[in-house]
C-alpha cells in the first residue's frame, strides 16, 4: 500500500526489530492459497491407508448405521397391521422393500448426498451453510470479505454467464427466495428433532415386544413399563457422553447385522426360497395394482436411519461409510428381509412378530439381548444428532441459548444439552405410553423421515449447481428421480396422519415456531443495533477523553455488531461519569463453516486515532467450535492485541479499507447497560492483522502523536519515535490490564411498532419475548453455557 507520509528515521537496533517483525509477518500473513488448497474440504482429500479405511468403517457402524439396522424389527408389521390375504403381497412388500433400500440409502445418500458434507459434518444445516458460503442467502448478513479468506471457507467463483453464477444471482435476488430457503431448512431440522423423540419409543418398545413371543400371556404393559425404564435409563446416562461407552457401540451393532444377516439366510433356505424372485421389479407392478400403495407407509420404515446416516457422518471419511454399508449393511439388511418374507410366506399368522418368530429356538434369547442392545444403539444416534442439530442452530441464530456440556475432550461434536435432554425424554416417553403399540409410532416416524428426505433433495438442487457445478441435466435427472420416489411415500404417508402421522406434525411446528421466532427476533434486533450504531464523528467530537473521566482499566463492550460504534457505548458514555482508559469491543460471530482455525480466529483493529484507545475484535467461530469462557480469555486477549499493535508499528503510515458492511435500517428500540466484573471467560485466539481506518470507524488514519509511558500522562505530547511510541502504548495498555478487566453487556429490546400486523406483534411481543424472558432467568440462574458471552 502506497502512501505519502515521511517515515521518520530509526536506528540499526529498530531496523533489526522491524525486520524480525516483518519475517513475522510473512509467516503469519503471507499468500493462503497453497495452505488453502491443502486444508479446505479436509474429511474429501484426506488420504487414509486401506487398514485405517477399514477401521474406521468398523466404528462408524455404531454411530452412522444403527437407526437404518434396527429397522426390520418393525417393518412387517407395520406394512400388513391388518394381517396378509395374500401371499403375493409379501413378495410385492419385499420386492418395494429391495428397490427402496437400492434407490435411496445406497445410490442417492451412500453415494451422491454423502459427497455434500461440510468437512465431514451432515445434515440440513450443514447444506444450508455450504449455500450460505456460495450465495448471500443469510437472513442475518453480517458477511465480510475478509472472511472469505479463511482455509476452511470454501467456495466457488463462477463465470459470469454460466448456469450456477445464475442460480446465485436468482436466489440472491429476493428476500422471499431467502426466507423460503430458510424456512426449508427449518422444517427439515425440526423434523431431525423429532426423529430424535420417534426414535427410541419405536425401536425400544419393537426390541422389547420381543418378551411376548417367549412368554405370550404377558401383559402389554409389562412391555410397557420395561421399555419406559430402558427409555429412562437411556437419557439419563447421556450426561456421560457417548465417547465414554461409545467403544461399546461398533461391536454390538457389527453382531447384530452378522445375526439378522444370518438368520435372513437360514429362513430363505429353510422356508422358501422362491421369495428370491422379489428382486424382479415387476412384482412392484403387480403389488400396486392390488392395492399395495396402501402400504408404503409400512414400507418406508425400511430406509428409516437413512437422514440420520447422513447427519452423523461426523468424523468418518466417506469411503469408510461407503465401504461399511456395500460391504456389510446392505447385503445384511437384504437377507434379513428376504428371510423374513420368506418365513411370512409360510407363517402369515405370525407378521405381527414375524422377526422373533423366525429366529431359531436356540438363539432366541441371545438375539432379544443383541436386538435391546441395537435399539439403544440406534436411539442413542437420533438423539446425538438431535443435539448436534441444536448446537448447529445455536451457532446460527435459530434457537435460544441453552447450556451445552462437551463431553469429549478430544472429539468436538461430542455434546450434550441438559435442557433438549429432558425434554426428548419426556416426550419420547409421552408417545411411547399414548399410543402403546408400533403402528401408529410407525406411521409418525414414516411421516419425519419422508419430509427430511424431501426437504434434502430440495437442497441438493442448489448445491449440485453451486458445490458441485453438475451440468442442469443431471441435476434434473436426480430432482426427478429423488421426487418420483419419495412423493410416493409421501403421498401414502400421508393418509396415515389421523392415525398417528400427526405427532412429528405438532412436534415440528412447536419447534418450528420457536426456532423462526427467534430467529426472527434476532435479524430484527441486529437491524436495530445496526441503525442506532453511533457516528465516528460524534465520538471524535468528544476528544480523547471520551467527554468523561478516563479511569485506569479496560472496558471489554461486547456487541452483536461487527462494525462500527454500537448504541450501548453511548449510553455508557451519557449515565457514566467515567469511562475505562482503554476500550475493546468484542464482537462473537459465528461464519457458516464447519470450524474456524485458531491461528485465524480473530479479526483486530483500531477505532478512531491512537489517543482514544478503542479497538475492535471480532471473534470468528465456526458452528461447530468450542466458543468457552474461562481464565485463560484476558492472557489470549492481551497476547492478540499486543501483537496487533506490533503488526501496526511495522505498517505505520499504512491503512486497510476494508471495513464490515452494514446494511437494513429499523425503528430503534434501546435497552439498558449493566456491567459485571468477570475474569472467567476464553476465547481462543490469534490476529487476522490488518489494521483499517475506514469510514465507518471515522476514516481517521493512525495518529501520529506519541503515547505516554504512564496512565496519568498519557494525553501528553512527547515527540518519541515511532517505536517508542508503540513501546510506550504496550506499556500504557499492560498498566491498565493490571488495573482491572470489566466486562459491559448490553440488552436491546425490540417490539413491534402500532400498525405492525397481527402475526407480527403476536411474534415479536409475546412469543420472543417471552422466549428471552426465559433466557434471561436462565441466565440469571447462572445455569446457562460459557460459550456464549
Not at 228 to 236: D, E, P, W
Not at 250 to 255: E, G, N, R, S
Not at 385 to 406: D, E, M, N, T, Y
Not at 697 to 710: E, F, N, Q, T, W
Request: glycine share 6%; hydrophobic share 45%; aromatic share 12%.
Amino acid at each position: 500500500m502506497e502512501t505519502t507520509n515521511s517515515v521518520p528515521p530509526i536506528d540499526e537496533e529498530s531496523t533489526e526489530n522491524r525486520d524480525s517483525m516483518w519475517d513475522l509477518h510473512q509467516t503469519l500473513d503471507q499468500p493462503m492459497e497453497e495452505e488453502a488448497g491443502k486444508l479446505k474440504n479436509m474429511s474429501r482429500q484426506k488420504k487414509f491407508s486401506s487398514l485405517l479405511v477399514l477401521r474406521l468403517a468398523f466404528q462408524s457402524l455404531g454411530v452412522v448405521y444403527g437407526d437404518l439396522g434396527t429397522s426390520p424389527l418393525y417393518v412387517f408389521y407395520n406394512t400388513f397391521p391388518e394381517g396378509i390375504k395374500d401371499p403375493e403381497d409379501v413378495v410385492g412388500a419385499l420386492s418395494l422393500i429391495i428397490y427402496s433400500l437400492t434407490l435411496i440409502p445406497l445410490i442417492k445418500y451412500v453415494f451422491l448426498v454423502l459427497r455434500a458434507n461440510d468437512n465431514g459434518q451432515g445434515g440440513t444445516l450443514a447444506l444450508y451453510s455450504i449455500l450460505c458460503r456460495h450465495a448471500k442467502v443469510n437472513t442475518i448478513p453480517n458477511h465480510h470479505p475478509a472472511d472469505e479468506q479463511l482455509t476452511t471457507y470454501s467456495r466457488h467463483i463462477f463465470r459470469e454467464k454460466s448456469f450456477a453464477a445464475k442460480t446465485k444471482r436468482w436466489l440472491e435476488a429476493a428476500a422471499l427466495r431467502k426466507n423460503l430457503l430458510f424456512i426449508l431448512v427449518l422444517v427439515g431440522t425440526c423434523m431431525v428433532v423429532g426423529d430424535g423423540i420417534l426414535t427410541p419409543a419405536i425401536s425400544v418398545l419393537s426390541a422389547v415386544g420381543g418378551i411376548k413371543v417367549d412368554h405370550p400371556k404377558m401383559s402389554g404393559d409389562v412391555v410397557l413399563v420395561v421399555s419406559t425404564i430402558i427409555l429412562v435409563g437411556l437419557f439419563s446416562m447421556q450426561h456421560y457422553g457417548t465417547d465414554k461407552v461409545g467403544w461399546l457401540f461398533a461391536p454390538i451393532v457389527l453382531l447384530w447385522f452378522l445375526l439378522i444377516g444370518g438368520i435372513g439366510a437360514y429362513n430363505i433356505w429353510k422356508y422358501d426360497s422362491s421369495v428370491l424372485r422379489a428382486f424382479s421389479p415387476i412384482y412392484i407392478y403387480r403389488y400396486f395394482k392390488r392395492g399395495g400403495w396402501k402400504t408404503l407407509g409400512g414400507i418406508m420404515l425400511s430406509i428409516t436411519g437413512t437422514e440420520a446416516l447422513f447427519a452423523d457422518i461426523a468424523h468418518f471419511p466417506v469411503s469408510a461409510v461407503q465401504i461399511a454399508f456395500t460391504m456389510l449393511v446392505f447385503p445384511c439388511l437384504l437377507l434379513a428381509y428376504t428371510g423374513q418374507a420368506a418365513y411370512i410366506v409360510k407363517n402369515q399368522d405370525h407378521v405381527i412378530d414375524a422377526f422373533y418368530r423366525s429366529i431359531p429356538e436356540s438363539i432366541y434369547w441371545p438375539v432379544f439381548i443383541i436386538a435391546t442392545g441395537a435399539a439403544i444403539v440406534a436411539s442413542q444416534a437420533t438423539i446425538s444428532a438431535a443435539f448436534s442439530i441444536i448446537k448447529q442452530a445455536l451457532a446460527l441464530g435459530c434457537f435460544p441459548r441453552v447450556k451445552v456440556v462437551h463431553t469429549s475432550k478430544i472429539i468436538l461434536g461430542k455434546i450434550y444439552i441438559p435442557d433438549i435432554n429432558w425434554i426428548l425424554m419426556l416426550m419420547c416417553i409421552a408417545v411411547t405410553v399414548g399410543f402403546r403399540n408400533q403402528s401408529q409410532i410407525g406411521n409418525a416416524y414414516g411421516t419425519a423421515v419422508v419430509t427430511v428426505m424431501l426437504v434434502t433433495t430440495f437442497l441438493m438442487i442448489p448445491i449440485m449447481l453451486l458445490e458441485w457445478r453438475s451440468h442442469w441435466i443431471l441435476v434434473v435427472v436426480f430432482t426427478v428421480l429423488s421426487l418420483i420416489v419419495e412423493c410416493t411415500f409421501f403421498s401414502a404417508v400421508l393418509l396415515k396422519v389421523d392415525q398417528g402421522g400427526w405427532v412429528p406434525l405438532v412436534i415440528a411446528v412447536v419447534f418450528f415456531i420457536i426456532m423462526y421466532v427467534w430467529h426472527y427476533g434476532r435479524a430484527k434486533r441486529y437491524q436495530v443495533e445496526l441503525h442506532s450504531k453511533v457516528s465516528m464523528a460524534w465520538i471524535l467530537g468528544l476528544g480523547p477523553n471520551l467527554g468523561l473521566v478516563r479511569v485506569p482499566g479496560i472496558g471489554l463492550v461486547y456487541t452483536e455488531l461487527a462494525s462500527g460504534v454500537p448504541h450501548i457505548f453511548s449510553h455508557l458514555i451519557t449515565n457514566l461519569p467515567a469511562i475505562h482508559s482503554a476500550v475493546i469491543l468484542v464482537c462473537v460471530k459465528y461464519l457458516p463453516v464447519y470450524t474456524v482455525p485458531q491461528e485465524e480466529r480473530f479479526h483486530v483493529k483500531r477505532i478512531g486515532p491512537k489517543e482514544f484507545h478503542m479497538f475492535r475484535c471480532v471473534a470468528r467461530y465456526g458452528y461447530k467450535d468450542l466458543h468457552k469462557k474461562d481464565d485463560d480469555f484476558e492472557k489470549k486477549l492481551f497476547e492478540s492485541l499486543f501483537l496487533f499493535l506490533r503488526f501496526e508499528y511495522m505498517m505505520e503510515g499504512c491503512s486497510d479499507s476494508e471495513e464490515y458492511s452494514s446494511y437494513g435500517q429499523q425503528t430503534v428500540r434501546s435497552g439498558d447497560s449493566q456491567l459485571t466484573h468477570n475474569r472467567n471467560m476464553t476465547i481462543s485466539l490469534n490476529v487476522d492483522s490488518t489494521v483499517t481506518s475506514s469510514d465507518e470507524d471515522g476514516g481517521i488514519l493512525p495518529a501520529k502523536s506519541s503515547a505516554p509511558r504512564s496512565p496519568n500522562n498519557f494525553f501528553s505530547s512527547a515527540g518519541q519515535t515511532s517505536h517508542q511510541t508503540e513501546l510506550d502504548e504496550m506499556e500504557y495498555l499492560k498498566s491498565c490490564r493490571d488495573a482491572g478487566v470489566v466486562h459491559i453487556l448490553g440488552n436491546t429490546v425490540v417490539r413491534a411498532r402500532r400498525e405492525s400486523k397481527f402475526i407480527k406483534k403476536i411474534s415479536i411481543d409475546y412469543v420472543y419475548a417471552f422466549l428471552k424472558r426465559v433466557q434471561e432467568c436462565v441466565h440469571a440462574l447462572g445455569i446457562l453455557t460459557s460459550e456464549d458471552p
